[in-house]
């Protein structure tokens, strides 16, 4: 019999499948049991979609706006894209592509740019399907670590890398994602532009993944990267739908400014393998951004966020850090790790911490080792009240047994 593996490409036998989802149907299969949940797992935005939203989608099925579109997407959603970024006076809408979300922008980006073996880097806690993406697009990913420790929650210095461009002199692009999923750290408009102009200097895309950019706390504002006639050459934002409005992930729409000639690959990949999203997607998403936006989803957020540090503060075992933006807490579980569980069990990583407060307290929690940083849990406080407050109940209570 032929050896199951060779049935399969070898770069998919390397991926596990979205770490994400997988949360989502653990906390379906616990409610069918009729279990308690506490779910801090998806990233998700919850509540109701925008009636302007959901009837745009539904008159445009009703008008028969279900025939093949331009794969760059809608004109009039290319405009809008722009004028959401506020980016209309720097790019034309042939800067612009509309995506099957921002994770088809993404893996468009690698195909159009990386040759095989090209190296793409990411910052030290990416985001779970940046690595299989740009496998799947036969580039090769490192990481850009920091080097001034903890303290600095993660985020990535100039210094840190130019030291990796020097590491590998083929990187064609380097990836940041601000707000970041998952540590939710904010990039200063100082640090970004640092980052920015070592790219430029090296000839290397900036490519700013800014999909949560609306969901700013404490009054601060998304600080934008600089575009000019200098920048624009090197400088990719992908955005989307998903994050910044309630319950839009499964409409599944992004966009991505590119220049002209990188957009144009893009137009040109998904022309042939998706033809550009669905049209009535299209549609629902032109009446959300060009609807004037509604802060009351990053408010109420921002409100969870309290609620959910008032919650923790009394949890000796973890560390919480700070969340400025998005919607996840990354707590430092170090503490937790090599203790033993009242069931026997030994907790040694991230992943087995994870299990343990899902099996003891119904607590559901990505593990740090997702995003390449072990000894954390991200939680996504995008959540309902009940679950932050007794899911940080039966965290405390589930940490204090361990000895
Ligand atoms: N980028 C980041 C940082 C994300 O967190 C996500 C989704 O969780 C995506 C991209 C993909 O977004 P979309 O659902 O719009 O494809």
Same mark, same amino acid.
């Given at each position: 019999m032929t050896d199951p593996k060779s049935r399969l490409a070898e770069k998919v036998g390397t991926f596990r499948p979205s770490l994400t989802l997988e949360l989502k149907r653990l906390a379906a299969a616990r409610v069918a049991r009729g279990l308690p949940v506490y779910d801090f797992g998806l990233g998700e935005t919850k509540g109701d979609l925008a009636p302007h939203i959901a009837e745009a989608g539904a008159r445009a099925f009703r008008d028969g706006e279900t025939m093949y579109g331009d794969p760059a997407?809608?004109?009039?959603?290319?405009?809008?894209?722009?004028?959401?970024? @506020?980016?209309?006076?720097?790019?034309?809408?042939?800067?612009?592509?509309?995506?099957?979300?921002?994770?088809? @922008?993404?893996?468009?980006?690698?195909?159009?740019?990386?040759?095989?073996?090209?190296?793409?880097?990411?910052?030290?806690?990416?985001?779970?399907?940046?690595?299989?993406?740009?496998?799947?697009?036969?580039?090769?990913?490192a990481l850009v670590q920091p080097s001034a420790g903890a303290g600095n929650f993660l985020k990535v210095t100039a210094e840190d890398l130019r030291r990796e461009l020097r590491n590998h002199p083929d990187a064609r692009l380097f990836l940041l994602n601000s707000p970041v999923n998952?540590?939710?750290?904010?990039?200063?408009?100082?640090?970004?532009?640092?980052?920015?102009?070592?790219?430029?200097?090296?000839?290397?895309?900036?490519?700013?993944?800014?999909?949560?950019?609306?969901?700013?706390?404490?009054?601060?504002?998304?600080?934008e990267p600089r575009v000019d006639e200098e920048t624009r050459p090197w400088l990719i934002q992908v955005d989307g739908l998903s994050k910044n409005f309630r319950r839009t992930g499964g409409i599944r729409l992004g966009w991505t400014v590119a220049p002209t000639d990188v957009a144009r690959a893009m137009v040109n990949l998904q022309s042939h393998y998706t033809?550009?999203?669905?049209?009535?997607?299209?549609?629902?998403?032109?009446?959300?951004?060009?609807?004037s936006y509604d802060v009351e989803l990053r408010d109420d957020l921002e409100r969870k966020r309290n609620l959910l540090l008032d919650a923790t503060c009394n949890i000796p075992q973890i560390k919480v850090w700070p969340t400025p933006a998005a919607f996840y807490s990354f707590w430092d579980v170090r503490a937790c790790l090599g203790k033993t569980a009242p069931d026997g069990r030994r907790i040694d990583s991230s992943a087995g911490l994870a299990t343990y407060l899902l099996d003891s307290a119904g607590v559901i929690t990505a593990p740090g080792s997702a995003f390449m940083q072990e000894g954390y849990l991200r939680n996504s406080f995008a959540t309902p009240d009940e679950h932050i407050v007794e899911g940080c109940r039966a965290v405390g209570q589930a940490l204090a047994t361990l000895r």
């Open positions: 997407g809608l004109s009039a959603l290319r405009d809008a894209a722009l004028r959401w970024l @506020g980016l209309e006076r720097q790019y034309a809408i042939e800067n612009v592509v509309i995506t099957s979300g921002a994770k088809q @922008g993404l893996f468009n980006i690698f195909l159009a740019l990386c040759n095989p073996g090209d190296t793409v880097l990411f910052d030290a806690a990416p985001w779970v399907s940046y690595q299989p993406m740009a496998i799947a697009a036969d580039a090769r990913v998952p540590t939710s750290q904010l990039y200063s408009t100082e640090e970004l532009e640092a980052l920015l102009s070592v790219c430029v200097e090296r000839q290397v895309y900036f490519v700013l993944d800014r999909l949560y950019w609306r969901l700013v706390f404490d009054g601060a504002v998304f600080p033809s550009g999203p669905a049209i009535p997607t299209q549609h629902a998403a032109l009446a959300g951004i060009t609807a």
